[in-house]
């Protein structure tokens, strides 16, 4: 039976640099993915600068999250998601909304490996936090970088369009830590180091 004590040992205990640092690669490899889809594979963004095609993909990266892209021009504001929505691309919405399922699990599959000892409830739970920590911490930073301005005649003004700060708290916490939980879960039964009595 595990005592406060020792629940406040594992705690301290824990690889924390490492598990944040996947929340992180995570991201970062979900987002390689997405870009891959639009250089190497058959989705295409017509943009006049490469700098402008990133920040887009980020968009759609964010998208493949559930986080709605927010256009604003003055007061008005508006919300799109071309992932579920299905505008404007040529890849099924299903592999759009695997990517950051799959990162997060590979990663949190793989961390659950280099894991020393028996991985517990509380140790998956800190898997999820840890990876949640680095994923949100590169996700809000992201929401700046994929940012995207224009000046629009149409419109009478700037367009500013931004991934959804609140949506992206929401889902930038709830999809790792829950998926950093599962993957770890799934790692520590294949590495035979899962105790979960």
Partial sequence: MLTD????????E???????ASGGVAWLLGYLVTAGLFYVGPASIDVPSQFEKLKQIGGVFYNAHLVDMVAT???KTTYANVVVEGGGTTIPTAVYLAI????????AILLSFVAEGEQT???LGLTGLAIALGYLAV????TFIAELQAVSLTAGGIVVLRPDFLQTL???LAYPFVLGVVGAAIGG???GSLRLE
Avoid: C, H, K, N
């Avoid at 996700?139 to 992201?142: D, L, Q, S, T, Y």
């Fill in 139 to 142: 996700g809000v930073a992201g």
């Fill in 121 to 123: 409830v509380v140790t």
């Fill in 100 to 107: 950051p399922v799959l990162a997060l699990l590979s990663v």
């Fill in 5 to 12: 004590e020792d629940g406040l040992a594992v705690v301290r």
């Fill in 170 to 172: 929401a889902m930038f």
């Fill in 14 to 20: 824990y690889p924390w640099l490492r598990g944040i």
């Fill in 189 to 191: 039964a294949v590495s």
């Fill in 73 to 75: 021009v003055g007061e």
